[in-house]
Structure formats: C-alpha cells, structure tokens
C-alpha cells in the first residue's frame, strides 16, 4: 500500500527542512506518493494568491498534508497562507509538542508537552478595524460549539496517547466573556472523560509555571493566542524552537508542521535544524497508524541528539542539515 500526502514545502528553511523530513520518512521502508503543491510566496508568484484552489484540493482529496513553515504575507497586502489553509480545510485544532531529548542543553529533563491550540476563532480570526488614525481594534471571537470541538479533540487525544491530566489555560477573570466561553465548553467537555483529570490554569500563571519547571501537567488546553504563544515557550523549554512539531486538525484533513517558523535569518546556508519537521512527519505516521515506522523515526532522532556528534547551531553543534539528517538515517534501525 501507497500513502499518498500532499506536501507543502513552503518558504525559508522549509526549502532544507522538508526535503531533509522526506527523505527520513522514505528511508522507513513504508511507500508514499508525495504530492507536491504550493502555498506562500511561490504561490502568490505562480497564482496570485497565497494558496490556490488546487491546493486545497489536493489536501481534501489526499486528507493528509506535511507542510513547512509559511511566510506571513499581511504585511505585503495578502491574507495569512496559514490562516487560509486552516479556514478553508476547516482546521479547528493545532496540536504543538514539544520533548526533551538526552543530550540537548534543556533543564527540563521531564518535560514531554502537549498544546492544543484552538485554531479558528480569537483574535486570530484577523477581524480588525481602523478607529480613527491613532486606533484600532481586533474583535476576539469565541463560540460555545467551536470551543466545545477542539475540548472534545482534546480528551479524546489525551486518551489515545495514554495521558492522565488536560489543564485548560484562559484569563476569563478578565476576559469573562470570551475566555470564559472556551473555559465553560472545556469544562463542559471535561464531564464526559471521568478518567481523564481536568483543572485549569490563569495563563500568566500557566507560563510562570511552565518555565519554573513546577507545572504537574499532561496536555494544555488553550484558545488560539495563548497556544500559539506557549507552543514557542515548550519548544524553547526542551532546548531549541527547532525540536518542536504538531498537526493541524478537521474533520476532513489533517497537516502536519514543526511549531517554528521560516526562520529567514538562517535559510538557504543548509543549516537549518530539520528535527521538528522530521518529527512532524513522524506524528504524521502515528496519526496513520504507522506507530512501528512513527516510533523508529523518533528512537533514531533520540539517539542522533544523545551521542551528539551531528547537532545543529540551534543545538550548539556546527553540523548541517544535511549532516544531522544523515545521521539519522544511519540511527533508523
Ligand atoms: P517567521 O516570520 O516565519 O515566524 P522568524 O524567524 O521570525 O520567522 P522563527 O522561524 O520561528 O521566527 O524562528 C526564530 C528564530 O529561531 C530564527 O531566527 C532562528 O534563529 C531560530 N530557529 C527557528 N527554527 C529553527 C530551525 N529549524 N533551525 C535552527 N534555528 C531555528
């Protein structure tokens, strides 16, 4: 059997880090068939928008994409290509993990953390408005049914892999409307998994604790802004923003992306750490099924940054991305 998965190379790094993902993933033994579609900025040169409807078939059609990172282009006058993407695949949860290997500088030896990102609503949802020409305002919008969906996803992915705890993140002291919404249908939600413990956290408090190592969690549960926020902060917490990787869910489709972004500064010199898309690509097999392949993938990252001969900049290393690649395959038994 072929899996067929559209792939989405995107910009910056992704040019290094998807290829090197790719290769990995082929070196598992399993067979795909890589559809290869644009979105970002080669999309807006091709199509005159940053991700065209063929696009968007592809991934319909195939349920299954690996993407990397995409360029932002509000500032140029176009819409987010990433916000396009989740809109039109109805994207409505945004997994982001993060774990701390042996032999990357993290003090967090425990660390093995799970965000869930609501996707679609907040300020995210890009409803912004000129007051005047010294003021503006961004509607945050949240719905009961939306937030109730991704605290359902939630649960149940805490159930799949084996965890004990969702803490739900909010500040609905203040925000007693909106984040009081998502932390009501969370809580709603909570009911219905007896066996899955559930509390909830302010979110300065959340990231006080996360950083102080003194946080006793599982999986975090959080709207669209602050989970984009704590997704960087657990990548950073095990060692490098390089490390981290998630997927993107619907009900129809579901595209896997390391949590960093195209990191401009460094793309095109061949050193950009590929780990978090490789790992992307490992979720990606679990989420399939492929837990064998998803696990040989993972064990073979571990050992690469344990004996630490091949690590990245980000890691403290001069190897390339090439380099740490290779060294992975030769680690995939
Ligand atoms: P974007 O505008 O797309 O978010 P950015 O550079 O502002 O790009 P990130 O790409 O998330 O934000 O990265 C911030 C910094 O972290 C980068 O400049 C780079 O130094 C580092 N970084 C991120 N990802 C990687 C990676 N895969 N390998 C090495 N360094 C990385």
Redesign the pocket.
Same mark, same amino acid.
């Given at each position: 059997m072929s899996y067929k998965i559209s792939i989405i190379e995107g #910009? *910056? !790094?992704g040019h290094e %880090?998807v290829p090197a993902a790719l290769k990995v993933l082929e070196h598992t033994g399993l067979s795909f068939e890589w559809d290869f579609v644009l979105a970002g900025e080669k999309a807006v040169e091709e199509y005159q928008t940053p991700v065209p409807d063929s696009t968007i078939e592809s991934i319909l059609s195939n349920k299954l994409a690996l993407k990397g990172? $995409?360029? +932002?282009l509000v500032a140029r006058g176009w819409p987010s290509p990433n916000v396009m993407l989740r809109k039109n695949l109805g994207l409505f949860a945004a997994v982001k993990r993060a774990r701390y290997f042996e032999g990357v500088g993290s003090p967090f030896k425990n660390a093995d953390l799970v965000v869930v990102r609501e996707a679609k609503e907040d300020t995210y949802a890009g409803a912004e408005q000129q007051v005047g020409s010294d003021a503006a305002i961004a509607i945050k919008f949240i719905t009961k049914e939306n937030s109730l969906n991704v605290a359902n996803f939630t649960f149940d992915l805490a159930r799949r892999l084996g965890r004990k705890k969702v803490s739900i993140t909010h500040k609905a002291n203040v925000l007693k409307l909106t984040d009081g919404i998502f932390l009501k249908s969370a809580q709603e939600a909570a009911k219905n998994y007896p066996d899955i413990e559930c509390d909830s956290l302010m979110i300065d408090h959340m990231a006080f604790k996360l950083v102080n190592d003194s946080l006793d969690c599982d999986v975090i549960l959080a709207p669209n802004v602050y989970g984009d926020i704590l997704a #960087?902060l657990i990548a950073g917490i095990c060692g490098? $923003?390089?490390l981290g990787f998630g997927g993107n869910f619907g009900p129809e489709a579901a595209v896997f992306e390391?949590?960093? *972004?195209?990191?401009? =500064? !460094?793309a095109g010199q061949g !050193?950009? +750490?590929? %780990? *978090?898309?490789i790992l992307s690509g490992a979720m990606l097999l679990s989420y399939i099924g492929e837990e064998q392949a998803a696990k040989t993938i993972e064990n073979a990252v571990a050992s690469v940054l344990k004996k630490g001969e091949f690590l =990245? *900049? #980000?890691l403290g290393g001069t190897a390339s991305t090439n380099d740490i690649t290779d060294a992975i395959i030769r680690e995939m038994k």
């Open positions: #910009d *910056g !790094i %880090i990172p $995409l360029t +932002n #960087d490098s $923003l390089g390391p949590v960093h *972004g195209t990191a401009p =500064t !460094i !050193i950009a +750490n590929p %780990i *978090g898309e =990245t *900049g #980000d």
